[in-house]
């Protein structure tokens, strides 16, 4: 019965991950894999594509699960158990092994496009950067504001929201954790800004 959850376990752990996306550019993603060390790379020379190399390791690791039930259920039915045993270990051994080389390699393009992400952040934000400030001062100004006619105030107002707008998502691009996320809010800054540029 221990055996029986313990391939259940193992199961839903292997089968349920299997082609699950783990990134926006995870298709452009190349692997040069030596032994244990993986580089990454946007580059198509250095090396095939990590998202193949998941795919080929994820197939292995389905032949090899179905091997270990197909042995286990020879065990249940005491059909030469002491035969099948020695090799079922060695399955599930090669198995946690095929495991272990598909993380790592899911591991290291999360960190890649992790790293990449935080570059675009930082190159995008410092080319806004006097654009924030001149908002930030442009909204203590208006707000300082007092007095205004009826006939301004409207206009006042708009530009203000604007800008508070356009602040928003600049703050919404500093705390972006995904490429996704990162391209969404990018296309609003763009779009606030352009609102703003015909004030």
């Known amino acids: ?6 391939l259940f376990i193992l199961g839903f752990l292997v089968l349920t991950t299997m082609g699950v996306s783990f990134g926006y550019y995870e298709d452009d993603l190349y ?3 030596e032994d244990n060390n993986i ?3 946007l580059n198509k020379h250095d090396g095939g594509k990590c998202t193949e190399y998941v795919k080929y390791l994820e197939q292995k ?6 091997d270990i039930l197909t042995i286990q259920g020879y065990i249940n039915k005491r059909q030469d158990a002491g035969y099948w045993r020695p090799i079922k270990e060695e399955k599930m051994r090669l198995l946690n092994n095929l495991q272990k080389r ?3 390699i899911l591991i290291n393009m999360r960190t890649f496009e992790n790293n990449l992400l935080a570059k675009f952040k930082e190159l995008f934000l410092a080319k806004i950067q006097t654009q924030k400030e001149k908002l930030e001062k442009a909204i203590i100004t208006i707000d300082a504001l007092s007095g205004t006619s009826e006939s301004s105030k409207a206009g006042i107002e708009k530009y203000s929201q604007l800008a508070k707008d356009t602040l928003n998502t600049i703050r919404g691009i500093e705390n972006a954790k995904t490429f996704t996320r990162f391209n969404k809010i990018v296309k609003d800054y763009l779009y606030f800004t352009k609102q703003l540029e015909g004030k």
């Open 1 to 6: 019965m221990h055996s029986r959850k313990k």
């Open 31 to 33: 692997c040069h894999i």
């Open 39 to 41: 580089k990454i790379s």
């Open 61 to 66: 690791m389905k032949v090899v699960y179905k």
């Open 102 to 104: 598909r993380l790592n």
